[in-house]
């Protein structure tokens, strides 16, 4: 969703091809570098003007390691609903984003917010192993047990500490589920809110979820579209767990089936976005959806600075990560919002305002790269854990236009 024109594509199809690539930009300084798995991504961090982008989409591959431990290994090229059509023959499923045709190389290095979130966790929850290639060039494994501080690192905040050539997950044995769509009024989008917000808190594990919405077109009602997945193949469990949520406002339209996880995902398609400039897109993590948020969403909303504005369930199983486990920070929140717009002068006014509500933001979601975005990306000591490891594992700041840790004596 940035746009760019990059004077140079690498694509790498072998680990040996990512340390050679690395070796060139090391060999020149200053010119602009991105990493790329494959897909699409929010905050656009996968391109440039003029530099070198390393891809790493030929490196694909899927394959099963360990049956009896559904362990699998994945190249950081393959797209979600690859892995997802890889997994459904063994009735396994690996929580993975929203979207299918997202890369895993980006998502899995970041979090991994998706439709079994609540139940399953976050992506890098069933992180086990990487194979990664640092800012010099050598080749390391990474693992609770090897390079751990490494590996802590790389679960929230890997962008800045290397390539990962490979990931080995450990999945869920997840049967068919229950895939809902709803259109509910929203004639008072901050009740609609709160009531949603309340239904979901509420909600057994089993259910994820997200809202979207945006401002009413003129002489039209105010609508939000409600998705929700529930991890359970009993017709009426399903129903008894969505219709709290459904009956968060008016229903006007409702869509309920049960399917494979991978069917769900494969809805997302090969289509790209064609992008120019920068995209605006602002994130944050939040606990509850409380009045006083929800009034300054609707103001937001209703200023017609967004295009759309989204909440993504988290909690329930993500919060049961100790908060220090990863580099992913404050999850205690129980909801992702995260909104799009088209003019940083019009949009960051209102939702600084919003921000006073937040505990926390979403790299993968956040496109300001001002320095101190830092400070509510992660909290104060694991930001001080990232800046001494990015010391150790990359001091000339090669890894940088994703979300960069800056060390304190930096200052761009």
């Known amino acids: 969703m940035r746009g760019g024109a990059p004077g140079l594509v690498l694509r790498a199809r072998s680990t040996a091809e990512v340390v050679d690539a690395l ?12 990493v790329r798995s494959a897909g699409h991504g929010i905050s656009g961090r996968s391109t440039n003007d003029g530099g070198l982008v390393l891809s790493v989409a030929a490196m694909n591959t899927i394959e099963v390691l360990d049956e009896q431990r559904r362990l699998i290994r994945v190249g950081p090229g393959a797209r979600w609903s690859e892995v997802a059509d890889a997994l459904r023959p063994y009735g396994w499923a690996l929580s993975s984003g929203d979207y299918g045709g997202v890369g895993v190389g980006g998502l899995a290095t970041a979090g991994g917010v998706g439709w079994l979130a609540r139940k399953h966790g976050l992506t890098i929850d069933h992180l086990r192993a990487v194979e990664i290639v640092l800012a010099d060039g050598s080749v390391v494994r990474a693992a609770e047990d090897e390079n751990p501080e490494l590996f802590w690192a790389v679960r929230g905040a890997g962008a800045n500490f290397g390539v990962v050539t490979s990931f080995d997950f450990e999945v869920d044995q997840v049967g068919e589920v229950g895939w809902a769509q709803f259109v509910v009024g929203a004639d008072d989008p901050a009740d609609l809110l709160v009531r949603w917000g309340a239904a979901i808190e509420a909600a057994p594990r089993d259910l994820s979820g997200q809202l979207i919405m945006g401002r009413p077109r003129p002489g039209q009602p105010g609508v939000a579209q409600l998705m929700a997945m529930v991890d359970n193949d009993d017709p009426q469990t399903i129903i008894d767990q969505l219709t709290p949520v459904a009956s968060a406002g008016p229903l006007y339209q409702q869509n309920v089936v049960l399917a494979p996880y991978a069917a769900v995902l494969a809805r997302a398609g090969d289509g790209y976005h064609q992008a120019e400039g920068e995209p605006v897109s602002r994130s944050g993590l939040i606990e509850h959806l409380t009045p006083e948020f929800a009034a300054a969403a609707a103001a937001l909303i209703a200023s017609g600075a967004i295009h759309w504005f989204q909440i993504r369930t988290v909690g ?35 939702w600084d305002a919003l921000a006073t509500h937040f505990d926390g933001l979403y790299v993968s979601f956040e496109s300001d790269q001002r320095p101190e975005r830092l400070a509510d990306a992660f909290p104060p000591r694991t930001l001080e854990r990232l800046r001494e490891l990015k010391r150790r594992y990359d001091p000339q700041h090669l890894f940088r236009d994703n979300f960069p840790i800056r060390t304190t004596q930096e200052t761009r």
Request: aromatic share 10%; no cysteine; hydrophobic share 45%.
């Open 23 to 34: 070796a060139f930009v090391r060999a020149h300084p200053g010119l602009p570098f991105s």
């Open 316 to 350: 329930g199983a993500v919060a049961d990560v100790p908060a220090d486990a990863t580099a992913y920070g404050y999850r205690s929140a129980n909801f992702s919002v995260v909104v799009m717009g088209s003019s940083k002068r019009r949009l960051d006014p209102l």
